[in-house]
Structures are given as structure tokens and as C-alpha cells.
Antibody, heavy 111, light 107 residues
Framework: QLVESGGGVVQPGGSLSLSCVVY????????MHWVRQAPGKGLEWVAR????????FYADSVKGRFTISRDMSKNTLFLQMRNLRIQDSGLYFC???????WGQGTTVAVS | SYELTQPPSVSVSPGQTARITCSGD??????AYWFQQKAGQAPVLVIY???KRFSGIPERFSASSSGTVATLTIAGAQVEDEADYYC???????????FGSGTKVTV
């Protein structure tokens, strides 16, 4: 089970930090992802981090503004978002997509 | 950047077969995955590694991949199969993942 938190309303140019606590599987064994979905739009892959946190990759749309990280001791995945834009609004999912594991998402509204 | 192309919509009558295609240049060498998403819900993995049905997915769902095209088939589609379907894969460098644009299936 994945439980996201940290969403909210923020002004353009602002910052927000999302968290995802992992329950029920060995967090240290798997790479993890953030995926988002703008209202009424499709799924967009945002970022991923390797199982040990050493490799991080970002979609072009967020590169340089978002940072993915993980805390092994807390079984938690993070997404730090800076310089937010209106088009960053949406539902943000923590996931291990190819294993079929998804959270329920947390909503970010940039307005 | 890498793209996966899907038709925007597919419409079938109950009991008919629905087929959804996903085109991408790296698909000959990279696995395709398929997700089902119903309104207000998180995506559900339907197919992994091109052709394997995920746990709990009905047998009417199957998939294939040939060359640059992956195909999801719903044989004998049911009303409850109405949803958005997304393909998902990784680019040829093995670095960046991408979702297809999504296909709305109407039954």
C-alpha cells in the first residue's frame, strides 16, 4: 500500500513537497516513480528513483524544478516541487507501475 | 522526447471485441504495459511485459506486440470494461518512461 500526502493549493512560483509512505513490501528493493494526471487529461510520468536512491530521472516538463528522493529508514518517497506552474496542477500518484502498485494520489492545485 | 501513440477512442457493443493499439519506435526492444483507469480511481495494471495478464484480470483481456505496435484486446467486452486505457513503456535508452495518450473505450 502506498499513501501520499502533502498536496494543496499554492501560487505560481511557489513550492510544495509531497510524501509517499510505503507499507507492506520491502521498499529498499524497488525503484519508485511519481506519475501525475491533470484534470481531465491523461497520465504523465514525472520522475523515478532507483532502489538505492543513486539514480534519478525526470520528465523534461519538470527537470530542474522537481527533485525525487527517498528515505529508506522511513519507507518514504518524496517529491520536492519548486517554481510551480499552473500546468503542474493535478493528481500526483506515487507508484511502482510495472508491479501494479499505486497510491490513491494527492492533489496539487497551482492557482 | 519519446512518444507512444494510441487512438483517442474505441467503441464496441457488449460481447464484441475491442482492440487498442499503441505505437512506439522502441517497442521492438522494450516491454509494453497496459493500464485501465476508471473515473476517479487510480490506474490498474492489466497487462505486463507485453503479453502477461496481471493477477485478478479477467481472461477476456489479452495483448500482443509485433514490431513497433503493441495491441490490447478485450474479447467479448463487458459494460464494466468501459474505461480509459493507457499503454506504458520506456525509451530506447532505458531512461525515460512514457504513457500513451490514452484510449477511451465505450461499451
Amino acid at each position: 500500500q502506498l499513501v501520499e500526502s502533502g498536496g494543496g493549493v499554492v501560487q505560481p512560483g511557489g513550492s510544495l513537497s509531497l510524501s509517499c509512505v510505503v507499507y507492506g513490501f520491502n521498499f529498499t528493493d524497488f525503484g519508485m516513480h511519481w506519475v501525475r494526471q491533470a484534470p481531465g487529461k491523461g497520465l504523465e510520468w514525472v520522475a523515478r528513483i532507483s532502489y538505492d536512491g543513486t539514480n534519478k530521472f525526470y520528465a523534461d516538463s519538470v527537470k530542474g524544478r522537481f527533485t525525487i528522493s527517498r528515505d529508506m529508514s522511513k519507507n518514504t518517497l518524496f517529491l520536492q516541487m519548486r517554481n510551480l506552474r499552473i500546468q503542474d496542477s493535478g493528481l500526483y500518484f506515487c507508484a511502482k507501475p510495472t508491479a501494479g502498485v499505486w497510491g490513491q494520489g494527492t492533489t496539487v492545485a497551482v492557482s | 522526447s519519446y512518444e507512444l501513440t494510441q487512438p483517442p477512442s474505441v467503441s464496441v457493443s457488449p460481447g464484441q471485441t475491442a482492440r487498442i493499439t499503441c505505437s512506439g519506435d522502441a517497442l521492438p526492444k522494450k516491454f509494453a504495459y497496459w493500464f485501465q483507469q476508471k473515473a476517479g480511481q487510480a490506474p490498474v495494471l492489466v497487462i505486463y511485459e507485453d503479453t502477461k495478464r496481471f493477477s485478478g484480470i479477467p481472461e477476456r483481456f489479452s495483448a500482443s506486440s509485433s514490431g513497433t505496435v503493441a495491441t490490447l484486446t478485450i474479447a467479448g467486452a463487458q459494460v464494466e470494461d468501459e474505461a480509459d486505457y493507457y499503454c506504458y513503456s520506456i525509451d530506447s535508452s532505458g531512461t525515460f518512461y512514457v504513457f500513451g495518450s490514452g484510449t477511451k473505450v465505450t461499451v
